[in-house]
């Protein structure tokens, strides 16, 4: 049987809360704790963009993409705390209460998370030379503030891997800021813990994708504030977020 490209959802009796380039995320009312806050139904569907424009979809995508973060967010919540909250899919499946035309679809693509305070920046880390980077460099331009040796080549791992924060905007790129940018829209606390936990996350990463022949040259991660702790949240190492 031909597998089927679900390029959008649409759950009746769930208000959308965000429709992404890549997820449909879904209000899931009174689930956590006695608070009564509520919870997102993250649905990855098979959406594909190439520079921000919808090019179509691939079959199955969004459940690799989906699991890919799970298994991710799993290795590396010792380092950092994520947002998620199951990814049971019965549950998943069980925060659908009327019938669903396309829930079966849902299965491997789903999880449950808590919704965070969303900081709107993007947390790059760069273990090697290349992309946008690269073109800095040629340029003889300092890359998010940071000036590298020269005489490298591209694609050339660095000697430390480098902290280089982006805006993340709603429309059109995000666009590169320096660290004392950053400080300045995140204050100074908030912007060393972002820098610590995104050089710690990367390097884990690519210890453990090095040992099975994986380079990872570079990633980006998002953080929100859950209970007031910084914590990982949105999709984390998969292929629409990283270079390998």
Not at 138 to 150: A, D, N
Not at 170 to 188: A, C, K
Not at 192 to 217: F, M, T
Request: aromatic share 10%; net charge positive.
């Amino acid at each position: 049987m031909k597998a089927k490209v679900l390029l959008r959802t649409e759950v009746p009796d769930k208000n959308l809360y965000a429709r992404g380039k890549v997820r449909d995320n879904y209000d899931i009312p009174g689930w956590w704790r006695t608070k009564g806050e509520s919870l997102i139904l993250m649905i990855t569907t098979d959406r594909l963009s190439a520079f921000d424009v919808f090019v179509g979809g691939v079959p199955e995508l969004g459940k690799i993409r989906n699991q890919i973060s799970i298994f991710w967010f799993g290795k590396l919540e010792v380092i950092c705390p994520n947002h998620i909250f199951s990814t049971d899919q019965e549950l998943c499946s069980k925060t659908i209460k009327t019938r669903y035309r396309q829930q079966n679809d849902l299965i491997g693509r789903s999880v449950l998370v808590k919704k965070a305070k969303k900081i709107p920046v993007e947390c790059v880390v760069r273990g090697y030379l290349d992309g946008s980077a690269w073109e800095a460099y040629e340029k003889g331009e300092p890359i998010c503030g940071i000036k590298l040796p020269s005489g490298l080549k591209r694609a050339e791992g660095l000697f430390a891997p480098i902290f280089t924060p982006t805006t993340k905007a709603e429309t059109g790129h995000d666009e590169p800021i320096t660290f004392d940018e950053l400080v300045g829209m995140v204050g100074g606390d908030v912007a060393e813990e972002l820098r610590y936990k995104s050089v710690k996350i990367y390097q884990a990463a690519h210890r453990l994708a090095d040992i099975r022949g994986i380079i990872i040259a570079d990633t980006k991660f998002e953080f929100g504030f859950i209970d007031g702790k910084l914590t990982l949240i949105d999709e984390l190492l998969t292929p629409d977020s990283s270079r390998f």
